[in-house]
């Protein structure tokens, strides 16, 4: 059973190496041949990538919890948010209009929210997968926001930031820590939300701005460690399951 984990996972870090040491070059010559813009091209791989190796992981965590692999299943669709409390909400509008538009319409309105990756069990929606590349403390913000509207339509949807690098400041990027104290700004922020925010961080280090890892001075290696502790993690998150 160790063997055919560690095989998994070398398989990840392959992948991994594959794809950060190819895509520099992969990014230019399509910028080159075809007009892509080069940053998208390498925020457009990184993003699957980091996407590919979360569900991967979350389905090796699964089924060595000794569940049904049919059980588990990842999506990505839309998630709708409708207006709050609308009688209540149309009452703080001054224009008479707007207010009786709103009431006409409002089984028409609604926000959408697009998450990474939407974890079911059993067809129930039960956790919610932000993916990164890295996150630096801007983002998060946002993130937090989009998880707090989720929550209102999913009180029990648990959630993850699932991140190669982290730019959050703290001890993010100390990954082998047995407890991660986090940042002063970090902190700040969820102290303003009603969301628990489990962070996994893959690679080493702080993220620099002038330090890509796709620059092949700078890469990181994935390392199997790091792999094993998010899967106990993910472990975690999926146990009550």
């Known amino acids: 059973m160790k063997d055919k984990l560690t ?3 070398k398989r990840i870090i392959s992948a991994y190496e594959d794809l950060v040491k190819g895509i520099d070059r992969s990014a230019k010559e399509k910028e080159k041949l075809e ?5 998208g091209i390498l925020r457009a791989g990184k993003g699957k ?3 590919s190796i979360a569900k991967e992981l979350f389905r090796i965590a699964w089924e060595d919890l000794g569940n049904d692999k049919n059980r588990l299943k990842f999506r990505n669709g839309k998630i709708r948010i409708p207006i709050k409390d609308v009688k209540k909400y149309v009452q703080r509008l001054k224009n008479h209009e707007v207010r009786k538009y709103i009431l006409k319409n409002s089984n028409e309105m609604f926000y959408e929210i697009k998450p990474d990756i939407q974890v079911y069990i059993d067809n129930r929606f039960k956790v919610y997968i932000e993916c ?8 998060l913000k946002r993130i937090l926001v989009d998880c707090t509207l ?14 190669l690098e982290s730019q959050l400041g703290g001890d993010y990027s100390e990954i082998y820590k047995k407890v991660n104290v986090g940042s002063p700004s970090v902190h700040t922020l969820l102290s303003y939300f009603d969301i628990d925010l489990n962070i996994i961080t893959l690679l080493r280090g702080e993220r620099k701005v002038d330090k890509p890892i796709h620059k092949k001075k700078f890469f990181k290696p994935l390392e199997l460690k790091s792999l094993k502790k998010a899967i106990e993690i993910i472990k975690e998150l999926l146990i009550t399951y």
């Open 7 to 9: 095989n998994e996972l």
């Open 35 to 39: 007009g892509r813009a080069y940053g």
């Open 49 to 51: 990538l980091v996407e």
């Open 150 to 163: 989720v929550k209102h339509i999913y009180p029990d949807v648990k959630f993850l930031l699932f991140q």
């Open 132 to 139: 990164k590349a890295y996150t630096e403390v801007a983002m």
